[in-house]
């Protein structure tokens, strides 16, 4: 279950890489309510921050109620980077998942602007890739400010040792009501595995351009996060 929200808390990477030049979102936290088959079994917090030059983004999901006495999941997100303008150049990524019975981690940096060192699941891995590669925190990101200047969807990500084509679709608006508020919602989706994995994500320009819904459908099996609080900093 969590391996999905890990995908779905779709929370950069690119040392020495940088991103497009966009104007990068302001800093904020917020915080998320998880649920799967309409059981509520974790919460969310997601924090995007500056200090002098550089950024964190970091994504932390913890299992609640039973789930947590079942399984104690927890998933951690997290992507370093430095701040230039209204560009980001990520140095590091880790996406941690750890549970009662297993743990997984893939951990990267990139060695230059075409290079990913990284180890996933206790094997060394090195990519390389081209030079607008991002990860799968960051795509998120991404997305929210290229949806905003109406620009392409698509993204190359490095994922588990492997580099990966992203491309989503705008599938227009939709109001969505969240325990936050209510927010007219644009609507973006990606399908990957033939279509045996789907991703939606709702994102509210009034809030900063901020995710407030984000689904995930694996082979029928859906797991859902919806916004429960939001400061910007």
């Known amino acids: ?17 940088s991103l497009p030049a966009l104007a990068a979102l302001n800093a904020y936290q917020a915080s998320y309510s998880v649920s799967n088959s309409g ?15 550089g950024y964190t983004f970091l994504k932390q999901t913890k299992a609640n109620g039973m789930a947590a006495l079942l399984s104690g999941d927890t998933l951690t997100e997290r992507s370093i980077g430095i701040k230039k303008g209204n560009k980001l150049q990520t140095q590091q990524y880790l996406y941690q998942h750890k549970s009662r019975r ?7 940096s990139f060695s230059n602007t075409t290079q990913v060192t990284g180890h996933f699941n206790g094997q060394d891995y090195k990519l390389n890739v081209p030079t607008d590669t991002t990860d799968p925190a960051v795509v998120e990101l991404l997305v929210r400010e290229d949806l905003a200047a109406n620009r392409p969807l698509k993204y190359q990500v490095t994922e588990r040792g492997k580099l990966k084509s992203y491309q989503f679709q705008h599938l227009g608006k939709e109001t969505v009501e969240t325990p936050f508020g209510k927010y007219q919602c644009e609507k973006v989706q990606i399908n990957r595995d033939g279509g045996e994995r789907q991703t939606t994500l709702w994102i509210a320009p009034e809030l900063n351009q901020l995710t407030v819904k984000m689904q995930h459908n694996e082979e029928g099996n859906v797991t859902e996060v919806i916004l429960t609080k939001y400061q910007a900093q």
């Open 1 to 17: 279950m969590f391996k999905q929200i890990g995908v779905l808390v779709l929370t950069s990477l690119l040392s020495l890489t």
């Open 39 to 53: 059981l509520t079994v974790g919460d969310t917090t997601v924090t995007l921050s500056y200090s002098n030059n």
């Open 102 to 108: 297993k743990s997984k981690t893939d951990q990267y």
